[in-house]
């Protein structure tokens, strides 16, 4: 099933933007190059855009400005099925009186591709699939799942340079959904071709893509890959929307005693490493905004030689069992905050612990532009 060498499918959109009625923008001035053989996920917020700019890139919806381009082709005035792409629906969108066969051999007959090789592609997409047992049924006949799987193979058979897929997993069960998501990216490493996928959901870009782009409010915020935008966020937004839980925000000021940085939270006051205080110094007594991941967060009494400078009391206000794993919801007195610790720890609710920041993973934020600082 993979495509001719010779076919480079990058997806290219410059100061793409879109306008609604009234001058709302959807999408504003957006810019992402799509790799030849990437898997690139369009996350965010509902309402952010990203479904808009795929369906722009697929031609469903027009853009108001801006250049796209399909490979070395310019695609803005190309109608949709003249784009060389197949797009993956949230609803499946399967003829409810065809067979499966028939449901996934309609876009070829359009396209009065032979008969024998309609017969070919559909046996090898389904095989792929692990479909061949459905191809006599309807889709009343079919899980979630299986519809799903069929909607896939669709788009599988007709060869595209470039696979979209909108929000494909959101009505699945959680289950069915990550049996599903292993699917897609197996898919992808066989086939060896260029996908664009758009996701509310956190989890599926971090474990799917090869590289993401966050959105929020029409505007492209990061383009990078998974490990970067977990570990290097540009700004709050990524910080906050990127894992699970997500990332710890607490407000305070940064001063300086005895010649350190310490953050001033008001409950609570822990110093800073020194490889950040280059950065930091110019917001010395100023109000900034620390972010720490609930997994760099430790219980004292399972850290030997913790250094007091980086201790915080809070009081344990939720236990949470996640069977290899334990959440334990904490309160400093002015701001709530999430550990993820061991199985064994198994502190009392209500009552006061000591847990350890582990300051060196700490990040740091403007108040005001929310853009990272460290």
Not at 32 to 38: F, P, Q, S, T
Not at 121 to 139: M, Q, S, T, W
Not at 181 to 203: A, F, G, N, S, W
Not at 204 to 226: F, N
């Amino acid at each position: 099933m993979k495509r001719n060498e010779e076919k480079m499918a990058q997806v290219s959109l410059k100061n793409v933007t879109k306008l609604f009625s009234g001058n709302a923008k959807a999408v504003d001035n957006v810019s992402i190059g799509v790799e030849n053989r990437e898997f690139m996920v369009l996350v965010g917020p509902s309402g952010c855009g990203k479904s808009t700019t795929l369906r722009m890139v697929a031609g469903l919806e027009e853009i108001t400005s801006g250049q796209i381009y399909i490979g070395d082709r310019l695609v803005n005035d190309v109608p949709a099925k003249d784009r060389d792409i197949a797009m993956v629906f949230q609803n499946y969108a399967l003829y409810p009186h065809m067979t499966v066969f028939e449901n996934m051999s309609f876009g070829l007959i359009l396209r009065k591709i032979p008969k024998k090789e309609i017969q070919q592609r559909v046996f090898e997409a389904a095989d792929i699939l692990g479909i061949k047992r459905l191809l006599n049924r309807r889709p009343r006949q079919l899980s979630g799942g299986e519809r799903q799987r069929v909607a896939v193979g669709r788009a599988i058979v007709r060869k595209p340079l470039v696979f979209l897929f909108d929000e494909p997993l959101s009505n699945l069960d959680a289950k069915l959904r990550v049996q599903m998501r292993t699917e897609i990216h197996k898919l992808y490493l066989r086939l060896q071709t260029t996908i664009i996928y758009v996701t509310h959901d956190q989890v599926e870009a971090m474990t799917m893509g090869s590289r993401i782009a966050v959105m929020k409010d029409g505007i492209l915020q990061q383009v990078a890959d998974p490990v970067t935008i977990y570990d290097k966020p540009k700004n709050k937004f990524i910080a906050g929307f990127i894992g699970s839980p997500p990332m710890n925000f607490m407000q305070g000021r940064i001063i300086k005693k005895d010649g350190k940085l310490y953050f001033d939270e008001g409950k609570v006051l822990i110093k800073l490493v020194e490889d950040m205080y280059k950065k930091m110094l110019p917001y010395e007594g100023k109000e900034t905004i620390l972010g720490i991941r609930s997994e760099d967060i430790y219980d004292k009494l399972f850290v030997s030689e913790a250094p007091p400078e980086n201790i915080v009391r809070a009081n344990c206000e939720v236990y949470e069992p996640m069977g290899s794993e334990v959440y334990l919801y904490l309160n400093t007195g002015k701001h709530t905050f999430i550990a993820r610790v061991g199985a064994h720890d198994r502190p009392k609710v209500n009552q006061d612990m000591d847990v350890v920041f582990d300051m060196s993973k700490t990040h740091f934020f403007d108040k005001n532009t929310e853009e990272t600082i460290v």
